[in-house]
Nanobody, 126 residues
């Protein structure tokens, strides 16, 4: 059973930084994609960033490109999201997601990921 546990959320001012971590366990993640999604109150869950566990490719939502960096540490089975230059519109619950690597056109689709963490709150004050 795959388990994903997020940590690192919190309250930060506009322009500040936070680092989210996702501890993954339960199997080998070779051939998996691991990503981050977020959901603001009253809105649908949206794609933030993703990567292939066994590769070097990364993908970002246009809204976070140049400010957020996704990375993974194979030795610790963790996926991290470094968030810099945060804006109030980045506020939401951030979810770690993982699953067999989707086809390229599905990498940004929440339904393409089989496993999800419980989420961690990120709040950016004006």
């Amino acid at each position: 059973q795959v388990t994903l546990v997020e940590s690192g959320g919190g309250l930060v001012q506009t322009g500040g930084s936070l680092r989210l971590s996702c501890a993954a366990s339960g199997r080998s993640f070779t051939n998996y994609a691991m990503g981050w999604f977020r959901q603001a109150p009253g809105k649908e869950r949206e794609f933030v960033a993703t990567l292939r566990w066994s590769g070097t490719n990364t993908w970002y939502a246009d809204s976070v490109k140049g400010r957020f960096t996704i990375s993974r540490d194979k030795s610790k089975n963790t996926v991290s999201l470094q968030m810099d230059m945060l804006k109030p519109e980045d506020t939401g619950v951030y979810f770690c997601a993982g699953g067999p690597t989707p086809i390229l056109s599905q990498l940004r689709v929440p339904g393409a990921y089989a496993y999800w963490g419980q989420g961690t709150q990120v709040t950016v004050s004006p």
